[in-house]
T-cell receptor, first 112, second 112 residues
Framework: DTAVSQTPKYLVTQMGNDKSIKCEQN?????MYWYKQDSKKFLKIMFS???????INETVPNRFSPKSPDKAHLNLHINSLELGDSAVYFC???????????FGSGTRLTVV | GEDVEQSLFLSVREGDSSVINCTYT??????LYWYKQEPGAGLQLLTY?????DMKQDQRLTVLLNKKDKHLSLRIADTQTGDSAIYFC????????????FGKGTRLSVIA
């Protein structure tokens, strides 16, 4: 069973569209995250969320919004997609304390 | 600042040892991490070290921590072609259980 699963794996869409990426974890972890990995493989935290607190990286445009229907899910919604949003987006989760993350396999978003 | 610095490339011959270096910024970090990313995959936690330790060994992996210099290294003994990947150093931003900040990753190439 996949511990952290993301869908879709690939997403190609036109500029200006709105899209969502789904993430689910079956590890019982308290905190979930979204990271963006650019073409140079640099990873940047976008959001971290548990049932108490949403931490937002202030550099993330407000076109991006996390939505968590329950503890096991943290979806990423993106409005008005731009070319620069093309990247691989990774979802991750972690238990309390030590914080060893489990990552999903990524969603490659291409905006054309 | 939140920068975690790593050299971007390392090339070694099969059977040799690989040493990947990292400098971090937050002296209050309780744990420091090494992650591995294979092509087309998510990040996999390789190992971690608690900040009150100088060294941790796990089979072919040895982690060294120099808190005074804020320097972390990962040594892979008897490097194999399957070790070719990108290796990321990570620390919690501002310490505690905050989102991990990743270095830019070191691409390890193993030559047969």
């Amino acid at each position: 069973d996949t511990a952290v699963s993301q869908t879709p794996k690939y997403l190609v869409t036109q500029m200006g569209n709105d899209k969502s990426i789904k993430c689910e974890q079956n590890l019982g972890h308290d905190t979930m995250y979204w990271y963006k990995q650019d073409s140079k493989k640099f990873l940047k935290i976008m959001f971290s969320y548990n049932n108490k607190e949403l931490i937002i990286n202030e550099t993330v445009p407000n076109r991006f919004s996390p939505k968590s229907p329950d503890k096991a899910h943290l979806n990423l919604h993106i409005n008005s997609l731009e070319l620069g949003d093309s990247a691989v987006y990774f979802c991750a989760s972690s238990p309390p304390a030590r914080g060893g993350y489990t990552f999903g396999s990524g969603t490659r978003l291409t905006v054309v | 600042g939140e920068d975690v610095e790593q050299s971007l490339f390392l090339s070694v011959r099969e059977g040799d040892s690989s040493v990947i270096n990292c400098t971090y910024t937050d002296s209050s970090s309780t744990y420091l991490y090494w992650y591995k990313q294979e092509p087309g995959a998510g990040l996999q936690l390789l190992t971690y070290i608690f900040s009150n330790m100088d060294m941790k060994q796990d089979q072919r992996l040895t982690v060294l921590l120099n808190k005074k210099d804020k320097h972390l290294s990962l040594r892979i003994a008897d490097t194999q072609t399957g070790d070719s990947a990108i290796y990321f150093c990570a620390e919690p931003f501002r310490g505690g259980n905050t989102p991990l900040v990743f270095g830019k990753g070191t691409r390890l190439s193993v030559i047969a």
